[in-house]
């Protein structure tokens, strides 16, 4: 399992926080909002590129949960979701489970999840039972 690190980008407003062991590579925020998120960049998160909304609504379309935010004036905390728990099968890619979850590792470890956690569907991953993105490397197909 490589690190798990947790990277924070903040202006007076909000602060991201970016979970790159979570990260499914779909692109999604750099094709979104490519003058805040650019992987060809260092840092990659730029968060001068865009107003605070902007950047929240593209956070909130990360599939993986890789990128959240937190507001500044808010105390920093896991937030649950209000709802049914809805399960999505990406195409080739991960499997998607919007909502409140507690997960158990191997050794009987639990975490908290809420909004959206994505499930390795390949075997592939490095980072059990979470996607990593191997599925592009491997050419998962199903």
Not at 32 to 56: A, D, Y
Not at 82 to 105: A, C, F, H, Q, S
Request: proline share 6%.
């Amino acid at each position: 399992m490589e690190n798990q690190i947790t990277k924070k980008y903040t202006n007076e407003e909000v602060t991201v926080v970016w979970q790159p062991h979570m990260c499914i590579h779909s692109a999604i925020c750099f094709k979104g909002l490519p003058l805040v998120f650019n992987p060809r960049k260092r840092p990659w998160v730029t968060l001068e590129g865009g107003t605070t909304e902007t950047i929240v609504e593209q956070i909130k379309k990360c599939p993986s949960g890789a990128l959240s935010y937190y507001m500044n004036d808010e105390i920093e905390e896991s937030v649950e979701i209000e709802g049914n728990t809805v399960i999505e099968m990406l195409p080739n890619g991960p499997l998607l489970v919007y909502g409140n979850l507690t997960v158990k590792d191997t050794q009987g470890n639990e975490s908290k999840k809420s909004k959206v956690t994505a499930f390795c569907r390949c075997g592939q991953s490095g980072n059990k039972p979470y996607c990593d993105g191997s599925h592009i490397t491997s050419k998962f197909e199903g």
